[in-house]
Every structure is written in structure tokens, then in C-alpha cells.
């Protein structure tokens, strides 16, 4: 079992950054790909980005890449989602995922119905 915690989400003007931060309970965190989502009320959920368990490999929705960054420390069992440009249309509850299924090294996963783990969010406002 492992328990996903965000922080870091806010209120930020159109063209501000924020970082967000994922801290995992647990000691596999090094095995688990991570992947951070995003939903708007009424809306479905929308991957946003993910990587591959030693970082090494990325992967972005057409609509943030360039502007955010995803990354992380498994020694600090913690995923970070660096976000930069932003836009009003960014706003949203973002929560972050794992995914503990085993996979080639290289694999990240953008299906939100492969993860086995969620957080519970964290929210990110932009105002134009």
C-alpha cells in the first residue's frame, strides 16, 4: 500500500510557476512509475505527465509540454511536477499517481486507468 500526499498547488497569475510536490509513504517508491493528472469539475480526468522509476524517462500532454517539468528523488520517495507559462486553462485539481505494475525500464504510463494509486489532490488556480 502506499499513500500519496500533494502539496504546493495555489493561486497563481497567468505566466506565474508553481512547483508541486508528491511525498510517498513506503519504501518501494524507486518501483513505481509516477504520473500526475489533473481534472476540472465535470470535466474527466486528463494525464498530465509521467516518468519511468529512475527518472530517466519522461512523457507530457501535448497541451504542457515545454512549460512543465516532471521529476523526482527517490531517495526523498517524493515526485515533483515544475510548472512554468501558465495559463488559466491549466486550473484544475491535480493529483499525482502510482503505478506499481512491472514494466520495461524505459515505460512511463499515461492511462489514468492503469494507476493504483491516487492522492488526493492538490488545487492550482490561474487567473488571467
Known amino acids: 500500500q502506499v499513500q500519496l500526499v500533494e502539496s504546493g498547488g495555489g493561486l497563481v497569475q497567468a505566466g506565474g510557476s508553481l512547483r508541486l510536490s508528491c511525498a510517498a509513504s513506503?519504501?518501494?517508491?524507486?518501483?513505481?512509475?509516477m504520473g500526475w493528472f489533473r481534472q476540472d469539475p465535470g470535466k474527466e480526468r486528463e494525464f498530465v505527465a509521467a516518468?519511468?522509476?529512475?527518472?530517466?524517462?519522461?512523457g507530457y500532454a501535448d497541451s504542457v509540454k515545454g512549460r512543465f517539468t516532471i521529476s523526482r528523488d527517490n531517495a526523498k520517495n517524493t515526485v515533483y511536477l515544475q510548472m512554468n507559462s501558465l495559463k488559466p486553462e491549466d486550473t484544475a485539481v491535480y493529483h499525482c499517481?502510482?503505478?506499481?505494475?512491472?514494466?520495461?525500464?524505459?515505460?512511463?504510463?499515461?492511462?489514468?486507468?492503469?494507476?493504483?494509486?491516487w492522492g488526493q489532490g492538490t488545487q492550482v488556480t490561474v487567473s488571467s
Open positions: 499517481a502510482a503505478d506499481r505494475k512491472l514494466y520495461s525500464p524505459r515505460t512511463v504510463v499515461s492511462q489514468a486507468a492503469e494507476y493504483d494509486y
Open positions: 513506503g519504501r518501494t517508491f524507486s518501483n513505481y512509475i
Open positions: 516518468i519511468n522509476l529512475n527518472g530517466g524517462t519522461t
